[in-house]
């Protein structure tokens, strides 16, 4: 009876600290001395340069996934397959770990991510760094990424064909890369591993298989946003990282 108590206590810390790190509040939530927590800013693999530079966190631990990933970005940066490219301010690559056993896929940049040229960096950003941090993960020991590289006009969903001209990018990515889970942000992204009519309500929550890679299909931050009162959607979110952090033996 202890231990099963112990076992609970522990699963309503957890939970709680998830919670409040993903909070109404978590874009102006202070640190200890009071003062709001800047955004993630990476400490290594820096990169800047003309118009499509981009600041990245890489740990090259594999040079040769270094070299096929790095000569990847760039095709990317420079890619002009589908009418997206033409109205760009920066192609978004994605940014991590280059051998992370974690990934994190999205639909595609928003307007922040368009100037900076770095995935996740506006306000549905910060809420994924937030939830990254409460899996007991870093940011940069992850590796994050979109479907298309390229912010659609308005932000609206990639059409078919912007999907298809960028999907070899990302299947390079996850084939190089190589994460045990990927997690699937929204419904563009699911649809990328297992195209289905159903909605994110239905179809997060499950494992997906893509070959040997469980793919964990969970709401977009920007959904969470959306909804930012809605304790109910944040956590089934974080019922949805359990199950992540249980299959790469984390919690």
Request: proline content about 7%; overall charge positive.
């Amino acid at each position: 009876m202890a231990g099963k108590n112990r076992q609970l206590r522990r699963g309503l810390e957890q939970e709680l600290r998830f919670l409040t790190e993903i909070g109404a509040d978590f874009i102006f939530a202070p640190d200890k001395k009071g003062v709001p927590a800047p955004a993630y800013q990476p400490t290594e693999g820096k990169r800047t340069g003309d118009a499509g530079a981009t600041v990245r966190a890489v740990r090259m631990k594999d040079p040769e996934k270094h070299r096929i990933l790095a000569a990847l970005e760039e095709k990317i940066l420079n890619c002009t397959l589908c009418p997206l490219s033409g109205g760009r301010t920066n192609a978004v690559p994605g940014e991590g770990d280059y051998s992370a056993e974690l990934m994190f896929v999205g639909e595609g940049p928003g307007f922040d991510e368009d100037i900076q040229g770095r995935p996740f960096v506006g306000r549905a950003g910060q809420l994924l760094t937030r939830i990254i941090t409460a899996m007991n993960f870093k940011r940069e020991n992850v590796y994050i990424t979109n479907v298309v590289k390229c912010r659609p006009p308005q932000n609206r969903t990639p059409l078919r064909e912007e999907i298809e001209k960028c999907r070899p990018y990302l299947l390079e990515q996850i084939a190089t890369i190589s994460p045990r889970v990927i997690v699937s942000l929204g419904k563009v992204a699911t649809d990328f591993f297992h195209p289905s009519p159903a909605g994110m309500s239905s179809r997060r929550g499950s494992f997906i298989e893509f070959g040997s890679i469980l793919v964990m299909p969970t709401f977009h931050p920007s959904y969470l946003l959306r909804n930012e009162g809605n304790k109910e959607i944040k956590r089934l979110v974080w019922q949805d990282m359990q199950k992540v952090m249980d299959a790469l033996g984390r919690k």
